[in-house]
């Protein structure tokens, strides 16, 4: 698998990265396990993990693969802080974890306890890239700036980044803190990154990991005649999310997308995760799957390369 820089860093990681947000509910141990074995036998390295995947479950069970079972320095481990759950309060549409509402809170003290939690739940010294996970209008920029530097310095976190910022907020934060990754959803139905987000990424050094690129399984074509009674929009706490974004835009790139994978050969996971994969800008996508049958296919989407009158044409009509 190809490695690429993140930015104007000297780290690099795979183009493809492994998400474990399923892990610890829809994906078990002995699943979990079969996925990351196979992800680094393909040449993977980036891992993307959070305290608040399924309550902290995921992270948990990370940890308890790096080591025993792949070697921690076969992996760039991407980690988050700054989203405290907020006691009493539960959240109806699901949420990072069902049932769990979350609040946003970078303090330095914040930071730096999560960042030390989640070293000792993973088993390891350092994170190869550490996010603040939203942005926090309640403290000050230079705090949050000068944790992250701290967080660097102290051999902790090998490279500082940021999650689901706008470009201004972005762009504010880059101007002061060490900033060399972001993290933000990105697919052929979900491209407002390009207008302000990608700009301000390039300018400022930083490269962009993508989240969400095939869209919650929409654009696999999974929900072209109505939900699977296995999938998440059948899930109660991710089905809202999916079904309102089963919309007529979305009919339209999905039948774009399978209409190229027939003509190629391949799936319409593979077409998405081509296309995207090959944007400018992106370092990197996050991909996940409930179970290793899925990550197969995954997997297999790596190494097709889409005709740019293919790229071309699926440019224009998830244009909006």
Known sequence: M??????RSGLRVSRM???THTWGRET???DAAAQLVAFVEAGGTLVDTSPVYQ???AQRMLGELVGELVPRDDLVISGCAGLVPVPGVTDPDGGPAAGIHWSVDASRRTLMRQLDRTL???GTDYLDIWSVAAWDRHTPLDEIAATLDHAVRSGKVRYAGARGLSAWQLATLASTAPIVAAQSPYSLLARGAESELLPAAGHHGVGLIAASPLAGGILTGKYRDGVPADSRGADEATAAEIRERLDEHATRVVDAVVTAADGL????LAVAAAWLRDRPGVASMIVGARDIGQLTGVLAAETLE???AIAAALDDVSGI
């Not at 190809?2 to 930015?7: C, D, H, L, M, P």
């Not at 050969?265 to 319409?268: C, D, K, L, Q, R």
């Open 265 to 268: 050969g391949t799936s319409p």
């Open 55 to 57: 309550g902290g479950a």
């Open 120 to 122: 000792a739940e993973l």
């Open 2 to 7: 190809e490695q690429r820089a993140v930015g």
């Open 28 to 30: 078990d141990a002995e």
């Open 306 to 308: 889409l005709p740019r």
């Open 17 to 19: 990265g492994l998400a």
